[in-house]
């Protein structure tokens, strides 16, 4: 059964960890400014009617998924450079919810780059964010925090047996930018790229924020791709837990963690 209190006491304390480090406070507030600044002379000229729209949310998720990549990277790492995984890994609390609480704290704080984006946007360029189907955007939008949890999840104890974490950081962060297309569709990708981000939860994710943003065409196939994102989502957070059992099944035996 997931202990609220120390997931609590985690998001906390990751929460102040997190703002007190440079590196983390450029992610989550300069981060967005660049980016939007950037998407926006990107789109301006573009034919699209709510060209905003991809701005905000563009800039929004990659700044989600640069705090996201950080929390389940970043801070295994950091915790294996000052010598507290190992006891993390063995505290009588589950380490999944600890992990969980550092990627909860994470998310919230990314989240902030969405509403910075917002602001910036309407103070810098008096655009505004258009939302054609109020109800379904809301219920998008918690899908997606739910499907980046997941991904944060999943990869989190991939990142715990490996020692080149942070490489592997700087790895999937750019990239997961085009797969799932963050800032652009991903219809311009090459085909025998596409299979790939179909099968990234993020895709799904900023695709249905898009038309419950811009206008759905196609109920039922909305619907199916909300579908998708739960499913994908919820193999995602079923993986992780495999992942994670195989991660103390391993720690136990070989007693290598802070060196592996």
Same mark, same amino acid.
């Given at each position: ?7 609590? +006491? ?6 102040? *960890?997190? =703002? ?10 300069? *981060? ?12 301006? !000229? ?11 949310? /563009?800039?929004?998720? @990659? ?9 389940? #990277?970043?801070?295994?790492?950091? !915790? ?5 995984? !190992? ?17 909860l ?7 902030? /780059?969405?509403i =910075?984006? =917002? ?28 499907? &980046?949890?997941s991904?944060?999840?999943?990869? #989190?104890?991939?990142? @715990?047996? +490996?020692?080149n #974490?942070r ?14 297309? &963050? ?21 799904? #994710? ?5 038309? +419950? ?26 993986? +992780? ?12 035996? !070989? ?6």
């Amino acid at each position: 059964m997931l202990n609220l209190k120390v997931v609590f +006491s985690t998001f906390k304390l990751h929460l102040s *960890q997190s =703002l007190s480090r440079a590196t983390f406070r450029f992610c989550i507030i300069v *981060q967005p400014l660049i980016y939007t600044f950037i998407l926006y002379m990107v789109y301006r !000229e573009s034919s699209y009617i709510n060209y905003v729209n991809y701005v905000i949310l /563009g800039s929004g998720l @990659t700044s989600l998924w640069s705090s996201i990549c950080f929390s389940s #990277a970043g801070d295994i790492e950091r !915790e294996r450079y000052m010598g507290t995984l !190992e006891n993390l890994v063995s505290s009588p609390s589950k380490f999944t919810t600890i992990v969980l609480g550092k990627v909860l704290a994470n998310t919230f704080l990314g989240l902030t /780059g969405m509403i =910075l984006s =917002l602001v910036f946007t309407k103070v810098l360029f008096n655009g505004s964010l258009h939302i054609e189907h109020g109800f379904l955007f809301l219920i998008s939008f918690i899908l997606m925090i739910f499907s &980046f949890i997941s991904i944060a999840l999943l990869i #989190a104890p991939i990142f @715990t047996l +490996s020692k080149n #974490a942070r490489a592997l950081m700087n790895c999937l962060e750019y990239p997961m930018f085009i797969l799932c297309g &963050f800032v652009f569709p991903i219809d311009i990708l090459p085909s025998f790229i596409k299979p790939l981000s179909y099968v990234l939860s993020p895709t799904w #994710a900023i695709d249905i924020l898009r038309e +419950s943003s811009l206008g759905i065409d196609d109920f039922s196939t909305f619907y199916k791709k909300m579908f998708i994102l739960f499913f994908i989502s919820a193999v995602y957070l079923i993986a +992780s837990k495999v992942l994670f059992s195989k991660v103390d099944k391993r720690t136990r035996i !070989e007693a290598t963690l802070g060196v592996s």
